[in-house]
């Protein structure tokens, strides 16, 4: 989270706007932006930007299903009718402890990086954002997703801040016991340069390495759980 970024979300305190309009407001910076939301409770909107730029209309048809159709031929099935949930046609704004913390950030009483140290996941371990604002997407990366889990899972567990990262990976193949499930298996004696090619900057905005001979890491950071 960047001071300038911070200062253009404290002028909006009241602001109130389904997630996709967030998203079109924010853009890249909208995976930063979606863990400070919260959702407005009750009234959803009437309307839905769609990507190409077309406002279509929402109509609720059952309890928890929503429809966002073109203006005019809500009577009739089309092809470009969209199915919508809650979480699209809710009304989003920031919330009152996010403000709190942008307030800080924007003046310089905070620093941008967390003094806690949390590091924010997206989903399951689809997106995780770092406490230096970085954004890690594992999006199509099952494997390091649940390498990921399994350690926060392990150091949570004992209370601990140091794991054998060879122990994790034997939890993680015992999952996978019949050889034709081989490929689902993680094989691999560096950690950091294999399972993590391509992304080792953000392993080790992660990890550090207590005894690398001893295959023991350290998690740096602490992850904080927060619904989509």
Known sequence: MTPELAAR????????????????VFRE???IVRPLLTRVPGDFSSSYYHENGQVLRVRQYKPNK???HTVGNHCK?????????????SF??????????LES????????????????VIGEFERIILPSGKIMTLVKKHKRRQFLRLAH??????????????QVLISYNEQFKDPSEKSKRILTDRVEDDLFKGQQAEFLDIFAHADRANRILRLKVCFEFLKT
């Open 9 to 24: 979300l404290v002028k909006l305190p009241h602001a109130r706007a389904t997630l996709n309009e967030w998203q079109r």
């Open 29 to 31: 910076q909208y995976e």
């Open 66 to 68: 929503f429809v966002a």
């Open 77 to 89: 099935p089309m092809d470009d009718v969209m199915d919508l949930t809650w979480d699209d046609v």
């Open 92 to 101: 989003w704004r920031l919330s009152d402890k996010a403000l709190q913390e």
């Open 105 to 120: 950030i924007a003046d310089g009483r905070t620093s941008p990086t967390r003094k806690d140290n949390v590091a924010r």
């Open 153 to 166: 899972q392990h150091c949570r567990r004992e209370k601990t801040e140091t794991f054998d990262w060879q």
